[in-house]
């Protein structure tokens, strides 16, 4: 018996990266974009709403840090899996995010095999 695919919402404010983002993931057999924002307050509320596994979450949404969406993700005892995605690799920022309640940071580097694989490992 297979598991239902992994239901993931995807949070970046650049259009195109959002785009691509939801194509890869959406040609995974065992992965479902169920949502996607452009903005904090939009992730917050698509988090709020959708009952999925993993959020995919840009460290910058529209010139606002994410660390807003993870502290309201965290506090309202959402138990959904969070994967910052991001282009900044400075270790101290890094060091930050994941105090800050995500589960995985995942560079923003072309190498999106390392983002499909951080979102399998949400699963076990």
Request: with cysteine.
């Amino acid at each position: 018996m297979t598991a239902p695919p992994l239901r993931i919402i995807v949070a970046e404010d650049n259009e195109d990266l959002r785009d691509l983002l939801v194509t890869i993931i959406s040609a995974e057999a065992d992965m479902k974009c169920v949502g996607t924002a452009a903005d904090v307050d939009t992730a917050i509320a698509t988090t709020a709403e959708q009952k999925a596994d993993v959020i995919v979450l840009d460290l910058e949404l529209q010139g606002r840090s994410s660390i807003d969406v993870l502290k309201a993700v965290r506090g309202a005892g959402n138990n959904i899996s969070i994967i910052v995605f991001s282009g900044h690799s400075h270790p101290e920022m890094i060091r930050h995010t994941l105090a800050a309640g995500a589960d995985a940071y995942v560079p923003k580097n072309g190498d999106y095999e390392l983002l499909l694989d951080a979102i399998r490992d949400r699963r076990t």
